[in-house]
């Protein structure tokens, strides 16, 4: 053994206590790092062969530089990652759902709902009065903007998801081009195996992985050379050679209520095939735009249309101020809550709304020019004269004939005719004797009954109207029979919403523990400690100061050695 | 043994403080809005029950409104009717008065002119308006029920029941209500009657010697000329006062909902107040009497007399009636009431804030969040660094 050797002994322990002093810097700077996984230096007692001794020591060798790292847990954190995406985002689309309907409020539908009954109920009282008629239409304004304010809420919602999907696929494929050049630079630069770990790459690459996660579930492999293939729904994201992104299609879509949005599909650009992501936020935002909000919004539109429905078959029963009848509340138009609107007749005012009910006017027919029909015909004045002119008075028919001489003719059976009261028709015995031969030209008076218009003073249609309310005209069965008021179905669907949000809030929460305790497990192992860092530093330097002095020694051996020969 | 680190630590300790100031959050919520539901999501079964409880309120609230305005028509109607009873007895002192024997005609004539007052207030009576609504016209509410109408009729097409044209004397011709439509059609118009003795003049001709009237019904008789002025039927004219009941369907009636599925009519119909078209009214009546005074007929004005007492009866039953219903709108409104106290206090158990409860429950989280916070500062500080 030469001095020499003793000498570089003393160097590579330096070099040694240097590299690990190195990492003691780099471990303590990026303590708050995220991702960072704390280093180690592994060291190995170096030897060489001696021709005398055989194999000696050597001083120290640094074999390689560890992460310290837990791979199971890595893929364990991997997989909650992306159930903690699919909550976290599932719970913030729910809360937004929450916030279209503001219930518990007076300014939720259901407020709207029971001004709108009870201003029918205030008309029923006072159904000439025009302020009373002006608060049902005011009423109705409401509530028709609160429906339509959701309606539209729920379609910009639809559009915002449409757009979040996009911008979501835009930061997928960034993180897949990320990790494809990590798994680049780690190939290359561990092609000189152990030693030469890409420690700091892997980390990034572990970082850009759990944020991959968070948005779509994938399954990831690492081959020989270190490079992750990452596949979704079994098609490949990343392969060995590179990211294959992800494309958004954008096509057209109708709602349910008719109005278009610009629909936003994902496929894979391995396949073509369009992707149906099984995990992760971007499968929330997904399930938001083609269940959730659906299942809301059709629910609403639903009851949008039989609150049309059910009000426009009755206010169409009923007779306004200036006694016309058939005229609709709403516009039966109406598709949804986005669309429902008054109709055209009420919006043109007060004097439209059709609070009677109506009964029975006794009517004064005109005297009619008509001419006795063929033989064995009737002359049906109830259906070729006015559909009006039936449910004669009794004893009131008189039928003359035009003349001169203007002769009256006798009813009863027998004689000259007779008359159907209810049906409004007349049958002429058709002899020409008593001048009730076909083609006589007659006059006929009456009296009659029909449906009308009762006055001012008559609420019941307000009434009735009114008492939808408590009628059951939503939530069908299957067999098509309506099982509750409008009012209990919508707050029925407002429970629902709750239990499903405090579902989803309480799940989040579970993930959001597990995922707590993962990172901690993960920090346990890979995190660093500062007095654990310290404590090693002072090791280091001492091992430093010792490698010196130990080279100093040498150098005094080495200077004792060369005084000999002087 | 597990490595516990510095990030840990720190971890832990925000993880802590976040979920206490979360917890305090809640708290805070709940005190400042006094409501313990403020989303669906608070309590789903609570948010259901508390919005159907919020709509029942609603309309226990309207069913008083509709039960207090149902009031004011029923106590309308009563006064009316009231009024209306006290008119009747008087006639029916009258009436007593002038089936005495020992009147003389000019005292008769006196007799009915006061009557004809009476007349007047039941007009007036049956006429009743709460807010401009007519309250004794069914749901006519704009059209006064009865009307004391000056007819103005030229006799031309007398028509028989047969409708042949009559022009012989003695006849005996139905008078028409002429507001309608004019007289040459009497099927179209219905007959006028009641026609208020003492107003009726036929081309100077004179009661009781050309002519006489049967008032209640609206016919004259045209009796044989005996003094030669009296040629035909036909163009005379003939002025008259009358009473017109409107021609509109008064039947309707006018409804409330007080309760669930109770609706109460606050009207009284005019047929039930005052008779049908088809029975003895009440202006039958009077005018029955009017006519034994005018004609100073004792007989007839005795006759009178059931028929007075009959519409005074009918008129009490009306009353009755009336009292009855505001009856049961009274103790519908004290049930009301105790219902609307019953769901204010269910809505409350729901949805407020125990404040006893949450303010303690708050300054509990309150000294747990300082704690983690005082904890938190002292754990994270030391570390060998310090000690160097």
């Not at chain 1, 680049?184 to 092609?191: A, N, P, R, V, W």
């Amino acid at each position: 053994m030469s001095m020499f050797d003793l000498l570089n002994i003393g160097t590579r322990g330096l070099a040694a206590a240097q590299s690990q002093l190195d990492l003691v810097g780099q471990n303590v700077t990026n303590a708050n790092t995220e991702g960072y996984s704390r280093k180690r230096a592994n060291l190995q007692a170096g030897a060489r062969q001696d021709g005398v001794y055989g194999e000696v020591g050597f001083g120290v060798d640094v074999v390689n530089i560890k992460s310290m790292r837990d791979s199971l847990l890595n893929r364990q954190m991997q997989e909650v990652a992306t159930t903690l995406g699919e909550r976290e985002q599932l719970d913030k689309e729910l809360l937004s759902v929450e916030n279209v309907l503001t219930e518990p409020s007076d300014s939720g539908l259901n407020k709207f709902l029971d001004k709108f009954w009870s201003s029918w109920q205030d008309l029923a009282n006072n159904p000439a009065d025009v302020t009373a008629r002006q608060a049902v239409l005011d009423a109705s304004s409401s509530l028709v903007g609160r429906f339509q304010d959701i309606g539209n809420q729920f379609n910009q919602l639809i559009a915002a998801k449409n757009e979040e999907i996009s911008s979501y696929t835009g930061q997928i494929n960034q993180l897949l081009e990320g990790i494809a050049k990590d798994n680049q630079t780690i190939s290359e630069s561990e092609m000189g195996g152990e030693r030469t770990t890409a420690n700091d790459t892997r980390d990034q690459r572990e970082l850009k992985l759990n944020a991959l996660s968070r948005m779509l579930e994938i399954s990831y492999t690492e081959d020989a050379q270190g490079r992750y293939v990452i596949t979704a729904a079994g098609s490949l994201l990343v392969s060995t050679e590179g990211a294959l992104p992800l494309k958004v299609e954008r096509s057209q879509f109708s709602l349910a209520d008719g109005s278009q949005v610009s629909r936003s599909t994902v496929t894979l650009s391995s396949t073509g095939q369009e992707l149906e992501p099984a995990g992760g936020s971007l499968k929330s935002l997904f399930v938001t735009r083609d269940d959730i909000i659906p299942r809301y919004q059709n629910q609403i539109d639903e009851y949008a249309k039989r609150l049309v429905q059910s009000v426009n078959a009755q206010h169409s029963q009923g007779y306004d101020l200036a006694g016309s009848t058939g005229t609709n509340f709403f516009d039966p138009a109406t598709t949804g809550a986005s669309t429902i609107d008054l109709s055209a007749t009420v919006k043109n005012g007060t004097a439209f709304l059709a609070a009677a009910f109506g009964g029975t006017s006794q009517g004064l027919g005109a005297p009619l020019d008509l001419t006795i029909p063929a033989a064995g015909e009737p002359l049906d004045i109830g259906n070729t004269v006015n559909t009006n002119y039936r449910n004669f008075s009794a004893n009131s028919v008189i039928v003359r004939t035009v003349g001169p001489p203007s002769v009256l003719l006798k009813e009863g059976a027998g004689n000259d005719y007779t008359v159907d009261y209810r049906g409004g028709r007349i049958m002429f015995n058709n002899s020409a004797a008593s001048m009730t031969a076909p083609g006589t030209d007659i006059t006929v008076d009456f009296r009659y009954t029909s449906a009308a218009y009762n006055g001012q003073g008559d609420g019941n249609n307000a009434l009735k109207i009114a008492q939808l309310a408590q009628t059951k005209i939503a939530a069908p069965d299957q067999f098509g029979n309506y099982t509750a008021t409008l009012g209990d179905a919508y707050s029925s669907l407002v429970g629902k919403l709750g239990a499903e949000k405090s579902n989803s809030a309480s799940t989040l929460t579970t993930a959001t523990n597990l995922k707590d305790y993962l990172q901690k497990q993960i920090d346990s192992i890979s995190g660093v400690s500062m007095d654990e860092e310290l404590g090693n530093m002072v090791k280091f330097q001492n091992s430093y100061s010792a490698s010196a002095r130990y080279i100093n020694t040498v150098s005094r051996l080495m200077d004792t050695l060369i005084g000999l020969g002087q | 043994m597990t490595r516990i680190t510095y990030g840990m630590i720190s971890n832990d300790v925000q993880v802590g403080i976040q979920n206490n100031a979360v917890k305090l959050d809640e708290l805070m919520t709940k005190l400042s809005t006094g409501k313990v539901l403020n989303q669906p999501s608070d309590d789903s079964v609570g948010v259901t029950k508390s919005l159907k409880l919020h709509s029942q309120s609603n309309r226990q609230d309207q069913y008083l409104r509709n039960i207090q305005d149902g009031q004011a028509w029923l106590s309308t109607s009563e006064t009316a009717l009231k009024s209306g009873n006290d008119v009747l007895q008087r006639a029916n002192e009258l009436a007593i008065q002038g089936s005495n024997g020992t009147y003389s005609a000019p005292e008769r004539l006196y007799l009915r002119s006061e009557v004809r007052v009476l007349v007047d207030q039941m007009v007036s009576i049956a006429n009743t308006t709460l807010k401009g609504d007519f309250i004794f016209a069914g749901t006519q509410t704009d059209t006064p029920p009865y009307s004391i109408e000056s007819a103005t009729d030229t006799l031309s097409n007398v028509e028989n029941d047969n409708a042949e044209l009559l022009d012989t004397i003695p006849a005996t011709v139905q008078l028409y209500d002429t507001t309608l439509r004019d007289s040459s059609t009497p099927t179209g118009n219905p007959p006028a009657k009641d026609i208020l003795p003492g107003t009726m003049t036929i081309d100077g001709l004179v009661e009781g010697t050309d002519y006489t009237v049967d008032y209640k019904n609206g016919t004259v008789n045209f009796l044989t000329d005996t003094a030669g002025d009296l040629a035909a039927v036909q163009g005379l004219t003939i002025n008259y006062d009358w009473i017109r009941r409107s021609e509109k369907d008064m039947s309707g009636s006018v409804n409330r909902e007080v309760q669930q599925n109770m609706t109460i009519p606050v009207n009284v119909g005019p047929d039930q107040a005052f008779g049908g078209r088809t029975e003895t009214s009440v202006f039958d009546a009077l005018i029955g009497l009017m006519q034994g005074l005018h004609t100073n007929s004792p007989s007839q004005t005795q006759a009178s007399m059931p028929e007075v007492q009959d519409s005074l009866k009918r008129l009490l039953q009306a009353q009755t009636t009336a009292g009855s219903r505001m009856n049961r709108l009274d103790t519908t409104q004290d049930q009301n009431r105790q219902d609307y106290t019953a769901l204010q206090e269910q809505t409350s158990l729901i949805e407020d804030v125990d404040f006893a409860k949450t303010i303690s429950d708050f300054q509990n989280r309150q000294q747990v969040y300082q704690a983690s916070m005082q904890v938190g500062a002292k754990i994270i500080q030391p570390s060998l660094v310090n000690f160097l």
